[in-house]
C-alpha cells in the first residue's frame, strides 16, 4: 500500500501544535469553573423565567429563556475552547438558583447585580490569561469582555424602563410585549 504523503507532516504539525499551546493548568481549572459559572448563570434565568410564566408575564418568560440558551452557549464556547488547547473538561455541580422572586424591578436588579458579578469573573480570567502571558487565552476572552458590557447594558437598560414604569399595569403589559419580541 502506498505510504500517504500527508501522515507524518500531520503528525508534526499536530505535536507542534500540542506542544506549543496547550493551555496551562491553571487556566484550564479557571475556565472550568467558568463553565460552571456559565451554566449556573442559564439555571438561573431558567428559573426566573418559569417565574415570569407563574405571574402570566409572557414575554419576560421569553426573554429570560432566550437568557438561558445564550448562557449555555458562553459555557458551549469555554468547553469548547478548552478542547482546542488540548485541555480537559470537568464538570461540577451546578447550585440550585433562587426560585422565589418579587416584582419585575427586583428581578432585574438581580439580573444587573449577577452580571457585574460575571464580569469579574471573565476580568479575573483575562488577568491570569495576561500574568501567563497566553495571548491566544487574550484573543478568546476578549469576546467574553465585550459580551459582558452587552449584558450589562441590557440589563441596565431594562432596569430604568421598569423604574420609569413603577406601579402602572398598563405600562408593564406594554414592557411585557417588548420583551418578548426577543429572538
Ligand atoms: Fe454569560 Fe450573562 O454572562
Redesign the pocket.
Known amino acids: 500500500m502506498e505510504p500517504n504523503p500527508f501522515h507524518n507532516r500531520l503528525q508534526i504539525i499536530t505535536t507542534n501544535y500540542k506542544g506549543t499551546s496547550k493551555i496551562s493548568k491553571t487556566l484550564q481549572d479557571a475556565m472550568n469553573e467558568q463553565i460552571n459559572a456559565?451554566l449556573f448563570?442559564a439555571y438561573l434565568y431558567l428559573s426566573m423565567a418559569a417565574h415570569f410564566e407563574s405571574q402570566n408575564l409572557a414575554g419576560f418568560a421569553q426573554w429570560m429563556r432566550v437568557q438561558y440558551q445564550?448562557?449555555t452557549g458562553?459555557a458551549l464556547k469555554f468547553y469548547k475552547y478548552v478542547f482546542d488547547r488540548s485541555g480537559v473538561v470537568t464538570l461540577k455541580t451546578i447550585a440550585q438558583p433562587a426560585t422565589k422572586f418579587k416584582t419585575p424591578l427586583d428581578v432585574f436588579k438581580q439580573v444587573l447585580a449577577h452580571?457585574q458579578k460575571?464580569s469579574s469573573l471573565i476580568n479575573k480570567l483575562y488577568e491570569s490569561a495576561v500574568k501567563e502571558k497566553d495571548y491566544a487565552a487574550q484573543g478568546f476572552l476578549q469576546w467574553f469582555i465585550n459580551?459582558?458590557v452587552e449584558?450589562e447594558k441590557n440589563a441596565t437598560d431594562i432596569l430604568t424602563m421598569l423604574e420609569m414604569i413603577g406601579e402602572s399595569p398598563v405600562s408593564l403589559i406594554m414592557a411585557d410585549r417588548q420583551l418578548g419580541a426577543r429572538k
Open positions: 456559565e448563570s445564550e448562557e458562553h452580571e460575571v459580551e459582558q449584558e
